[in-house]
């Protein structure tokens, strides 16, 4: 396998661990809300798979951006200026961003909720849950997004 190729799988392989990771959570999300207000355990049961999720997308959002330098790298900067890469790379970025700053934040105050609420005579705070719901949806709604416009712009390439 010649080294783009290999490149090129790699790249594959971030971008199914970041796929994989974007729907996870949204499912794993849906099953915290659903289990709430009754099944306090359950729902705090999920925190760790949706912190696990958080990992793996860290991971494939890295694995992307070396293995996306290495085919750069390797068809000698070429791309370097295209507009498709050029909105590629600012998407990438604000992708990392809003995922870290909201999706971050909103994951640590719902694992918070989660463990008081799971704590022997601990409390529910319904509306702080029906807040974090809210946000939480629209985050995955917007990340999937655009994460399926990164994907579009990188097979369509637009000039
Ligand atoms: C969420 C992030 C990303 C996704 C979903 C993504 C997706 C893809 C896909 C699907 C391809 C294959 C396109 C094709 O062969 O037709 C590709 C190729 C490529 N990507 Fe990415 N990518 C991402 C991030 C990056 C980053 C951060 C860089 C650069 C630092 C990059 C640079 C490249 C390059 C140079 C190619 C090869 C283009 C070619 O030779 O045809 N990608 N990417």
Redo the contacts with the bound molecule.
Sequence with gaps: MNG?LSL?VV??L??IL??GATVGAWVADGAVFKRLPGDRAGAAALAATLRAYGVAAQLG?AV??L???G??AV?KWA?WGALW?TI??G??VA?GMFGGIVGGSSGRKLGALLAAAAAPGGSLDEAAVAKLRATRMSFHYVETVM?VA??AL??F?IS
């Design positions: 783009q090129l790249h594959f971030g971008l970041i796929a959002a992307l951006l293995s996306g330098l085919l750069l068809g791309y890469l590629k790379l998407l990438f992708l994460f990164v994907v990188a097979i390439k």
